[in-house]
């Protein structure tokens, strides 16, 4: 069996990773430049999508910011879990909202903004304060604006219009603000029976738009209403693979902010803390194969690097933590790898991630210290 993955980042590496046990191999096709890479070395293996997609059994996605052409040519080869139509769902925020509406679960109001007038109009519904996002291209906080007040309005406009006339069929999205309490995520794999396993919700801090600090946690309340409004999204796309979904929790309240068709950076932390990780179950569900067991062994949190590319030592002398490097070159920020903490119980996971963050350079990992 051999998987075929779009996009040969961090992700596509962590799938070959854990698919080689179950005897699946994997490839990745650099969307950018077109090449067929070997997903951990890099080593060109070919060139052009047809070769990719005559080479793959199964083809997956690792981001949603596919260009449509390279999946629709992939779907017409019968190949593609999840489909394509799934992963232009998480690429576009107009088809996400579309979506959660269908799905009836809870996301925060909104009005589509494609001209002055229709900013006018969204101040009216929505209200302020308002966060603002490009509906095409938006990730990790970027092409975003907060509007807290009148007097924003016309320089607020000046760029989102400057970001509107950039980008073909750009428009923006209009959000009433959220007040939550937290963020938390729950990724879960679908296979094409139907069957749905999730993961523990985790807990999510973000640093300047990025993910930072993710925790499993085990909240019963919480994590009955993220199952539910998870099977009511996965149904409706008849999805095939592994998703996430990022809540607001509001006073006990979850509500969608936004979702991920692929393994998800909030799921890392079942390398070490889950029976199955995220990588295998996404690689199970769409290879046809049981989907693994979800359970919780151990509580943990992951840690993203963000623009550092060594660690002391002693972090990787300590036993309950594990490093993963994805072999990038330094930039600043750049989601470099990352470390997962364990404990034996909670009260340990606690003793253990302030014992390393004692070991790490505070400017560099801003959210051990706010946690
Ligand atoms: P997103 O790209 O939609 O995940 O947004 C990036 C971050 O902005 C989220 O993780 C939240 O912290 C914040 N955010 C997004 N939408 C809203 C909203 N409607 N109200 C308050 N904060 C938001």
Redesign the pocket.
């Given at each position: 069996m051999q998987v075929l993955v779009l996009g040969a980042g961090q992700l596509a590496r962590m799938m070959a990773l854990a698919a080689a046990p179950l005897n699946i191999k994997t490839i990745a096709f650099d969307v950018n430049s077109e090449a067929i890479v070997e997903p951990l070395t890099q080593t060109k293996l070919g060139q052009g999508l047809e070769f990719a997609i005559e080479q793959a059994d199964v083809i997956t996605a690792e981001f949603e910011h596919v260009p449509h052409p390279v999946l629709d040519a992939c779907q017409a080869s019968g190949k593609l879990l999840p489909s394509a139509e799934a992963i232009k769902t998480g690429g576009d925020r107009r088809i996400e909202k579309a979506l959660l509406d269908r799905a009836q679960v809870a996301n925060?109001k909104y009005a589509l903004i494609r001209n002055q007038d229709d900013f006018k109009a969204a101040i009216e519904y929505v209200g302020l304060p308002m966060?603002l996002?490009s509906t095409l291209g938006?990730?990790?906080?970027k092409g975003?604006w907060r509007l807290t007040s009148t007097q924003q309005v016309e320089t607020t406009w000046l760029e989102m219009e400057a970001c509107i006339s950039a980008q073909d069929s750009q428009a923006i999205i209009a959000?009433?603000?959220?007040a939550?309490d937290r963020?938390v995520s729950l990724v879960g794999a679908r296979n094409s029976k139907g069957e749905i396993v999730v993961y523990p919700l985790a807990e999510n801090v973000?640093t300047n738009?990025v993910l930072s600090l993710s925790t499993a946690i085990e909240d019963k309340a919480l994590q009955g209403q993220a199952k539910q409004m998870f099977t009511a999204v996965a149904e409706c796309l008849d999805y095939v693979g592994v998703l996430a979904l990022?809540f607001?929790d509001v006073q006990g309240k979850l509500m969608v902010?936004?979702i991920a068709p692929r393994v998800h950076n909030s799921g890392h932390w079942t390398q070490q803390g889950a029976e199955t990780c995220q990588f295998e179950n996404h690689m199970r569900a769409v290879c046809g194969l049981p989907l693994g067991s979800t359970e919780m062994l151990r509580p943990t949190s992951m840690i993203n690097i963000l623009g550092e590319d060594c660690l002391p030592q002693t972090v990787l002398a300590m036993s309950q933590a594990h490093v993963h490097w994805y072999g990038k070159d330094k930039r600043p920020g750049r989601k470099m790898g990352h470390i997962n903490v364990s404990g034996k119980d909670e009260a340990d996971r606690k003793a253990q991630l302030e014992a390393i963050t004692k070991l790490l350079d505070p400017k560099a990992y801003p959210a051990l210290s706010q946690k």
């Open positions: 925060a966060v996002k938006g990730y990790d906080g975003q959000e009433e603000f959220v939550f963020e973000h738009g990022e607001f902010n936004e």
